[in-house]
């Protein structure tokens, strides 16, 4: 269970090979990932005057989230890739603030300034207790129509197949997730203590609105082990409709296959 003080050293220690696009690779790169899974989900709430980016590392997503805003702020509570994000975005054409954070606040955060908060492939690693705390804050953070789309762990749904990869010798797990394709890979990182219900009962705590909740695979296994969580402040023009709750083991398929390619 990856502790805030565990994902800060993790992620200042990390190499970065490919400033984070080595994570995209199923996809044929970070552009086919964002215009392939990320950009259909989001498009309904883009372009927005405002947009907070949680966790960005070293802008993965940050350099095509800047072309869909007036300003962007960066949040992250690895001092080092904000210091990356600031040399690789020195020149951008939009104004970007860089805030480096404890891993639970937002403080630094205007009220009611943000019209859409986006975090993908680095909350997974945050368990409830912070997953919590960026939704309260949310609540304050996000404009009267503000959305929020937060990729994080549904892996705590899982607990038996959790306990039993455990308990496999590495070789022995490593072969049955490559035959059945039925355990969750527990070397991902992901946040143990987070489902889907739980961030959901988290936003309703807070005052917010969920529309949707996506599940989804991720990588070799068949298990839904993330989720992807829409949610609005409940006077929002966006609220109203019952939330939706959707399982998608096909996520992956959405990546660039052997034999595709993606024209960009």
């Known amino acids: 269970m990856p502790s805030v003080d565990d994902n800060r050293r993790t992620w200042d220690a990390y190499q970065w090979p490919e400033d984070g696009d080595e994570w995209s690779a199923p996809w044929g790169g970070a552009s086919n990932q964002w215009r392939r899974s990320i950009f259909p989900r989001v498009t309904a709430y883009l372009p927005a005057p405002t947009i907070l980016e949680i966790g960005p590392g070293h802008g993965r997503w940050s350099r095509f989230l800047i072309e869909q805003c007036a300003r962007l702020l960066l949040v992250d509570s690895s001092a080092a890739c904000i210091e990356v994000c600031k040399q690789r975005f020195v020149d951008a054409a939009r104004p970007i603030e860089y805030h480096v954070n404890d891993g639970y606040s937002l403080g630094m955060v205007t009220d009611g300034s943000v019209d859409f908060a986006f975090s993908f492939d680095s909350l997974v690693h945050a368990e409830i207790d912070v997953l919590r705390a960026y939704v309260t804050q949310l609540e304050c953070k996000l404009s009267a129509d503000g959305v929020a789309f937060l990729h994080h762990s549904n892996t705590g749904a899982y607990p038996l197949r959790v306990a039993l990869a455990r308990r496999l010798p590495e070789r022995a797990r490593r072969r049955v997730r490559r035959i059945t394709r039925a355990l969750p ?37 068949v298990c839904l082990v993330d989720c992807l969580t829409t949610i609005t402040r ?24 052997p034999d595709q390619s993606l024209e960009i």
Do not use: K, Y
């Open 234 to 257: 409940r006077a929002s023009a966006h609220a109203g409709a019952p939330a939706e709750l959707v399982s998608n083991p096909h996520f992956m398929g959405e990546a660039v296959r």
């Open 185 to 221: 890979n527990i070397a991902a990182w992901r946040a143990e203590s987070v489902t889907a219900a739980a961030v959901a009962s988290a936003c309703e705590a807070a005052g917010l609105c969920v529309m949707r909740q996506e599940l989804i695979n991720w990588c070799d296994t």
